[in-house]
């Protein structure tokens, strides 16, 4: 692996299939699994196998279908999850099992009414007895974001010994600041013995909005793995988006970070996802939502018919959108009008223009948007005045 290449770790069927309303059946899930391979992401986390003998059939046949990437199942520290992983991994070409417990002090009094000194003996026994059925294996520090960062270096330094090849930072909770999960990231690289033998993770949850930050914050300081989901889906306000990252890591080249992720299949999996889960995604959900593209106010029209690049900083074939829209409502101006009356065969003269734009604006004015069977009847009233030249 390059040192500049980014790993993208997929967690939509994990992390964004426990969500309320997300429920996959196994060939809902199958068919997912496909596209991500197709994609081009490089781990799956297609579940976690003890949870539900329906999860464990699902990790099972993913399994034996990707072709590609490394199928990952999650596990408690617990030595039954463990076991139960293996099995549903056992036809997987690159298996990987991933394993943790709570890191933060939170979690440790709170859910495990324990001190730090054992959870840091569970987490060494949970990635040894892993490592005695896969060679691969991620050890996630749960609320890692809460966690202490010299108490997590020393986790981190003893799952290391213990054979861990990725470290999951996970701030679970979505608290941190980017700063803060950036410092959090060069710390561990600072301050952990055999920490260049691992690859650092960042798992980004969005209560406050910043996964996406917060994990190109990591990979700024050296993490390289995102994990993620596509739409962003998952627990509370969800995971990092998928798309966000990868297209983030495209527009910034100067970061000289990538990933092998084909970007041109984000919306189509996007549209994948949100129709498999029934899970709408709002409009203006960056890079796949409605408007993502889209254009109303005169102004930026304008800008967009004359040269894309005044307001668009990216192309939206490059994530499979075939052309940005310009949408029209009753701050669109002239050469919206005329741009979209032209898409649909009317050529105007600057007076035929006039004469329909005057039209327009009282239509617009009271409707959300004029579509196509609006323009339309605008020419007919154009045309009763001068005769319009049809294309
Ligand atoms: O958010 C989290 O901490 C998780 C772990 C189980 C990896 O999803
Ligand atoms: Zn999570």
């Not at 734009?357 to 605008?378: C, P, S, W």
Request: glycine share 8%.
């Amino acid at each position: 692996m390059q040192d500049n290449q980014v790993q993208i770790f997929d967690t939509t069927l994990r992390d964004g299939e426990q969500v309320p309303g997300c429920k996959l059946d196994t060939s809902q899930k199958l068919v997912i699994a496909e596209r991500l391979d197709l994609l081009g992401v490089n781990v799956i986390e297609a579940g976690f196998p003890v949870s539900s003998p329906g999860d464990f059939t699902s990790v099972s046949e993913i399994s034996k279908i990707v072709k590609n990437a490394t199928v990952c199942g999650l596990t408690r520290a617990v030595e039954n999850d463990i076991k139960v992983a293996a099995a549903a991994l056992k036809y997987a070409k690159f298996p990987r099992i991933h394993t943790g417990i709570g890191t933060s002090d939170s979690h440790i009094k709170f859910k495990f009414n324990s001190t730090r000194e054992q959870v840091i003996e569970r987490a060494i026994k949970a990635v040894s007895y892993s490592k005695s059925f896969v060679e691969d294996v991620e050890f996630y520090a749960e609320d890692a974001g809460r966690t202490d960062n010299a108490f997590l270096a020393k986790v981190c330094e003893a799952v290391i010994k213990a054979g861990a090849t990725v470290l999951n930072i996970p701030d679970t909770t979505g608290y941190c600041l980017p700063e803060e999960y950036g410092a959090k990231i060069k710390y561990l690289r600072e301050n952990v013995k055999g920490i260049e033998k691992v690859i650092l993770s960042c798992h980004c949850h969005n209560d406050l909005g910043m996964a996406t930050a917060n994990s190109i914050a990591g990979v700024i300081n050296g993490a390289r793995q995102i994990e993620c989901t596509i739409n962003g889906i998952g627990e509370r306000a969800g995971n990092t988006a998928l798309e966000e990252v990868v297209m983030v890591l495209k527009q910034h080249p100067y970061l000289n970070l990538s990933t092998s992720v084909n970007t041109k299949l984000l919306y189509d999996t996007s549209i994948l996802v949100r129709e498999s889960m029934g899970m709408p995604v709002q409009p203006n959900k960056a890079i796949v939502g409605a408007n993502a593209f889209a254009h109303s106010s005169g102004i930026h029209q304008d800008g967009v018919i004359k040269n894309r690049e005044t307001y668009e900083i990216m192309d939206p074939e490059d994530v499979g959108v075939t052309e940005s829209a310009i949408v029209l409502t009753a701050r669109s101006g002239r050469a919206a009008l005329a741009y979209r009356a032209k898409k649909i065969g009317y050529e105007l003269t600057k007076v035929q223009l006039d004469i329909a734009y005057n039209a327009f604006l009282i239509i617009a004015d009271k409707q959300k948007e004029v579509r196509d069977e609006g323009i339309h009847g605008i020419m007919k009233e154009v045309d009763k005045v001068s005769k319009i030249a049809v294309t």
